[in-house]
């Protein structure tokens, strides 16, 4: 590690075909914190290459493998800075800081630490779908990728946990398409993915990203199919779950009206991770779905204290995507809580009207002003709860 004082060097390495729309937004975002920019282009047929290079960059042209990691490791390959940023052309960088504050946070990253994760925000149409916390920044030497769709790094020397950067995060604009572009993306990324299973029966990964594929298209009965070759992949290989599954899982029963699947996925995600937004927010829905009030208030009273535990530290989600991290989805848990809470309330209501025929005309009375007097400040009318007195009943006395 470079002592404090010493200059951090950061090489920011991409891989593009045919991104010219994109890179008019990327490319401004990363003005004065790269010291050289590294784009590997595997075909452009527009103005990719001349707009990179307006920015600065230098490309390499390499023709397309079919294999994503390949690229990702020869635009690393090219970089000299002492540490790799990798982005892509659909993404835009937002610092929190000054670059130069951000060289040096990384000038003080411990000596065995060889990878960084910031946060990821995927918007679309113009609203946040999801987010969630993405090692994007490398050591030099240290990173290797492998995966032909979905690729993922490797840490090959030093510690393979990731420490969590706040000065900086991304915006991916990825899915955020045409319905034709949108239709091209999925094809392509289904055919790797069935490839990889055609190679290896055993890619977990593999079957993980094609069940949030499916899902993320609305095809439901496939994602079914694939969560179950996904459970049955990890048992034959011995590995745990992505924590992701849980929640897809059961939003994807839920939406094939199969109600013990989706109770199984929940229960099994709470059990692992009690914690997570996203099953938290499943929960609530899941309670809405089978009105179990107690199940609206434990999901939105857990969903609404683990929201406030994740801004103040982000790092809390983890790497795991997480949908719920809105503050539509605050308003989403406090509206059905309020609801629910509304509606235990009429319930006690109802039982206190039982009850207060059964007591002294003048304890009877007290009550019922009292409550009358909530009413009134909410506006609210309830025939038998009007106002009878304007002496407030000291229940002590009845005690």
Not at 97 to 117: R, T
Not at 314 to 321: D, V
Request: charged share 25%; aromatic share 12%.
């Amino acid at each position: 590690m470079k002592s404090s004082g010493q200059n951090i060097t950061l090489s920011i390495c991409m891989m593009v075909k045919n991104e010219e729309s994109n890179l008019y937004r990327c490319l401004p975002s990363l003005t004065g914190i790269a010291d050289e920019l590294i784009l590997i282009d595997t075909g452009s047929t527009d103005n990719s290459i001349s707009v990179a290079e307006s920015f600065g960059a230098k490309v390499y042209s390499h023709p397309w493998e079919n294999n994503f990691s390949v690229h990702r490791n020869q635009s690393i390959g090219y970089a000299s800075g002492d540490w790799v940023f990798i982005i892509d052309a659909d993404e835009e960088l937002f610092l929190n800081s000054s670059a130069s504050e951000l060289k040096e946070w990384l000038n003080n990253v411990p000596a065995d630490c060889m990878s960084i994760a910031i946060i990821l925000k995927d918007i679309q149409k113009d609203m946040q779908a999801m987010q969630f916390n993405s090692v994007r920044l490398f050591r030099r030497g240290s990173v290797q990728y492998e995966g032909i769709v979905h690729n993922m790094p490797k840490i090959i020397i030093g510690k393979p946990e990731a420490i969590f950067c706040p000065l900086m995060y991304l915006k991916h604009y990825g899915y955020d398409l045409s319905p034709e572009k949108q239709e091209e993306k999925r094809n392509r990324t289904e055919g790797l993915l069935l490839k990889r299973i055609e190679e290896n029966l055993d890619d977990v990964t593999a079957y993980f990203y094609l069940v949030q594929l499916y899902t993320a298209y609305r095809e439901y009965p496939n994602a079914a199919e694939y969560i179950e070759k996904y459970e049955a992949a990890t048992k034959r290989v011995g590995v745990k779950f992505n924590g992701s599954i849980y929640c897809t899982a059961c939003h994807v029963y839920r939406q094939l009206f199969d109600k013990v699947n989706a109770q199984k996925w929940l229960l099994a995600g709470m059990k692992e991770y009690p914690k997570d937004l996203d099953l938290l927010m499943a929960l609530t829905e899941y309670g809405v779905w089978v009105q179990e009030i107690n199940l609206i208030v434990q999901g939105a009273n857990g969903f609404l204290r683990t929201y406030e535990e994740y801004q103040k530290n982000p790092a809390l989600s983890g790497n795991r995507f997480t949908y719920a991290n809105t503050a539509e989805s605050v308003c989403y848990c406090l509206f059905h809580l309020s609801m629910a809470m509304f509606q235990q309330g009429c319930h006690t209501l109802d039982k206190l009207n039982e009850y207060l025929g059964k007591t002294h005309i003048d304890f009877n009375n007290g009550i019922r002003g009292d409550v009358a007097q909530v009413f009134e400040m909410f506006g609210l009318k309830k025939d038998g709860w009007e106002l009878r007195s304007n002496n407030v009943i000291n229940l002590s006395k009845w005690r």
